[in-house]
């Protein structure tokens, strides 16, 4: 790996693991070409996906949505109701653990701390 097929141009169309039929050419996995098209491949993908900061926004739309019953849930295909279901538990579970106690369950009494402050410095 890798093996490139180029297009009429000399640039890299596609990268694949095995050599294939029609001309394809073998280059290290380190070559500049191999790298160049795999950053531009990222970088077209990164395009399309969903910016995670818009992702809240467009939980707490659809939740708009839902609960004013514009569109009813049941409405949607069950595989997203499904979805939307669990992702909706999932935010509850995550918000109620944030605000789980610390763990401690005695409060440390600290009014006899003033008598330490009584105490000679030490030598």
Do not use: C
Request: net charge negative; no cysteine; glycine share 4%.
């Amino acid at each position: 790996m890798p093996y490139v097929h180029r297009d009429s141009t000399g640039q890299i169309e596609s990268v694949h693991r095995a050599a294939g039929q029609g001309g394809m050419e073998y280059l290290d996995a380190s070559d500049g070409e191999i790298v160049r098209f795999f950053r531009q491949a990222v970088s077209a993908d990164s395009v399309a996906l969903p910016d995670s900061e818009l992702m809240p926004v467009l939980e707490a739309l659809a939740d708009l949505i839902l609960s004013k019953r514009l569109v009813p849930i049941e409405e949607l295909p069950p595989d997203a109701q499904a979805k939307w279901l669990l992702r909706k538990e999932r935010r509850v579970q995550v918000a109620k653990h944030q605000f789980e106690a610390s763990g401690f369950v005695e409060v440390i009494d600290d009014s006899t701390f003033d008598e330490l402050r009584n105490l000679p410095p030490l030598p």
